[in-house]
Each structure stands twice: as C-alpha cells, then as structure tokens.
C-alpha cells in the first residue's frame, strides 16, 4: 500500500510570515509530487507541481523535493489570510501514474 | 477551462436504494476518477477509467461500480447504499497518463444515506 502523510495540523501561522507544509511518500518509485489547495466547501486546485530533485518557485509558492529522503514540502512566503485552507500532497508513481493524496495539513493564517 | 459537472451537490438516500452519482467532463479528457473523502481520511480512490468502456479498481471499490459508456460520463453506482457510504463524492479528470499531468475536480456531491 503506497502512503502518502501529512500532519493533519491545524498549522497556525501570522499574516506575513512562512508557513511551511511537510509530507513524506512511502513509494521510493514516485516521479510526480502535486500540492493541492483545498479551501473549506470547495474542490481541491492545484497550485504546483514538482517532479525533479531540489527547489520549484511560482509566486509565493516554493515546492521543494527530496527524493532520497522521501520528502516534499510546501513553503508560503508572506502567508496571506486567504491562503487559508487545506493542503493535499499528493503523489504518483510511473506507470499508470495514479495520485495517492495525504490526508492534508489544514493551515490557518491570522491576521 | 476545463469543467467537471457532477450533478448534484447534496443528496438523501435510504438505506437499501440504489444510488447514481454522475459526472460530466467537458474537455475531451481520457482518465476519470471518483473519490471520497471523509473527515480525517483524506481523499481515498474509488475507482477510476484509463478511457471509454475501461474501468480499474481504485483502494476502496467494494460496495460502488462504475461506467463509462461515453468518453464524457463517468457513473458512480451504489448498488445498495449503507450508512457508511456517506459522505462527500469526487470526481475527477485528466488529459491522459503522464508525469505532468493534473486532476481536475468536479464540486463534489455530498451523500447523506439515512
């Protein structure tokens, strides 16, 4: 059974500051990672994608990937109110390339 | 964009009833797939199709079927609903396997079974 963990949270964070979201893969044959927001009512979207070694920047958003540690993690620079929500990690090995998601970190930033 | 319309956003059942969830992608995608999700458990795999008339196994099949008559439509059937199939219904698509490529979510159906 391939696992996917997050720490469930909630992660409380100020308005301004870096939240930062962990999540390890049990499937050393993974080769696509995928973090997906999640606001309360709503579907998941995604927001990045990373599927080599080291660091992805979009914006305020920065995935970074450890492949030989099994570890990807999310970073938020200058955490804004509205980033408030679910964060899905998800990840997918080759093949049939089938996402297995976490249960998702909840973050809540405050003003 | 793309949309996935599932077609209902609530729904009531009876224990016993035979239930329909349908979902409807409009951008040509090859793969759908259907989750749920429950409070604390995440987003587990129900079952998903590769393409038309195809249909896999996801982690948690029993209890549900599926069909894909039309390469658009994916169908969740609960061909006897019990009270532990509540809960919130997902379906998704994508533009076909590959490394890069993401889901698109439908806005769920929220499944009460009484």
């Known amino acids: 059974q391939k696992e996917v963990e997050q720490n469930s949270g909630p992660l409380s964070v100020p308005e301004g500051a870096i939240a930062s979201l962990n999540c390890t893969y049990s499937?050393?044959?993974?080769?696509?990672f995928f973090w997906y927001r999640q606001y309360s009512g709503k579907s998941p979207e995604l927001i990045m994608f990373?599927?080599?070694?080291g660091d992805k920047e979009d914006g305020r958003f920065t995935a970074q990937l450890n492949k030989a540690s099994q570890y990807v993690s999310l970073l938020i620079r200058d955490s804004q109110p509205s980033d408030s929500a679910t964060y899905l990690c998800?990840?997918?090995?080759?093949?049939?390339?089938?996402?297995?998601f976490g249960r998702g970190t909840s973050l809540i930033v405050h003003p | 964009d793309v949309k996935v319309t599932q077609s209902s956003r609530y729904l009531v059942k009876r224990t016993g009833e035979k239930v329909f969830l349908e979902c409807v992608q409009d951008?040509?995608?090859?793969?759908m797939f259907w989750y749920r999700q429950d409070p604390g458990l995440g987003l587990r795999l129900i079952y998903f199709?590769?393409?038309?008339?195809?249909?896999e196994k996801g982690d948690i099949p029993e209890g549900y079927s599926v069909s894909r008559e039309k390469k658009e439509r994916f169908s969740l059937i609960l061909e006897s609903a019990s009270t532990n199939q509540t809960s919130m219904y997902l379906c998704?698509?994508?533009?076909?396997?590959?490394?890069?490529?993401?889901?698109?979510f439908g806005s769920g159906t929220q499944l009460s079974v009484l």
């Open positions: 998704a698509s994508r533009r076909d396997r590959g490394v890069n490529e993401k889901l698109f």
């Open positions: 499937d050393r044959g993974s080769q696509s």
């Open positions: 990373i599927y080599s070694n």
């Open positions: 998800a990840v997918a090995s080759g093949g049939s390339y089938i996402p297995t």
């Open positions: 951008m040509d995608h090859e793969n």
């Open positions: 199709s590769y393409d038309v008339k195809m249909k």
